[in-house]
Antibody, heavy 122, light 106 residues
Framework: EVQLVESGGGLTQPGRSLRLSCVAS????????MNWVRQAPGKGLEWVGF??????????EDAASVKGRFTISRDDSKSVAYLQMNSLKTEDTAVYYC?????????????WGQGTLVTVSS | DIQMTQSPSSLSASVGDRVIITCRAS??????LNWYQQKPGKAPNLLIY???SLQSGVPSRFGGSGSGTDFTLTISSLQPEDFATYYC?????????FGQGTKVEI
């Protein structure tokens, strides 16, 4: 069974850091690009960024709202994707989902984790 | 950035109704348009990708159409489990923007 499990969320103060993890199972993790998507309480979905597979250089792209503060990385040997979040702001409060990008070139998000809640508050 | 606009923002429907949700992109995205369903407290689930391709395991009452800037999601006969929020998303270019969502209520 294809599965993604996020962890690392919690309550933190503005200006602090958190690292989220996304553990994958049931598929060859290294073959896939991985994305992060967030959802503020009661709001819609916002794309955070993604990391390409190693075959495409494992390069990353980020949303403007997190550029310079958030970093996406991956460890294919452990089947884990990470979201390092620095200089957190109250507006970063959200459920964070990791997603797998499907094959075929259409870049659809065909598998989602259950999400982990990040709350930034003083 | 490409802006995605869904309409309506919400709708009320009954079991058995045909439901149509539209999504408009601020510039052409070819067929790089995906639809997701989200139920309260749950992660989104992929329904349609490449504007009209049905994701494996998704019931055939869901259908998608369109290309360029205008797209539709159609539920041919609404079922009780279909009451949820639906999002379109463009995957043509970064940032991969979502529509604001359409809540389908009883």
């Amino acid at each position: 069974e294809v599965q993604l499990v996020e962890s690392g969320g919690g309550l933190t103060q503005p200006g602090r850091s958190l690292r989220l993890s996304c553990v994958a199972s049931g598929f060859t993790f290294g073959d896939y690009a991985m994305n992060w998507v967030r959802q503020a309480p009661g709001k819609g979905l916002e794309w955070v960024g993604f990391i390409r597979s190693r075959a495409y250089g494992a390069t990353t792209e980020d949303a403007a709202s997190v550029k310079g503060r958030f970093t996406i990385s991956r460890d294919d040997s452990k089947s884990v994707a990470y979201l390092q979040m620095n200089s957190l702001k109250t507006e970063d409060t959200a459920v964070y989902y990791c997603t797998r990008e499907g094959f075929g070139g259409w870049q659809q998000f065909d598998c989602w984790g259950q999400g982990t809640l990040v709350t930034v508050s003083s | 950035d490409i802006q995605m606009t869904q309409s309506p923002s919400s709708l009320s429907a009954s079991v058995g109704d045909r439901v149509i949700i539209t999504c408009r992109a601020s510039q052409s995205i070819s067929r790089y348009l995906n639809w997701y369903q989200q139920k309260p407290g749950k992660a989104p689930n992929l329904l349609i990708y490449a504007a009209s391709s049905l994701q494996s395991g998704v019931p055939s009452r869901f259908g998608g159409s369109g290309s360029g800037t205008d797209f539709t999601l159609t539920i041919s006969s609404l079922q009780p489990e279909d009451f949820a929020t639906y999002y379109c998303q463009q995957s043509h270019s970064n940032p991969r923007t979502f529509g604001q969502g359409t809540k389908v209520e009883i």
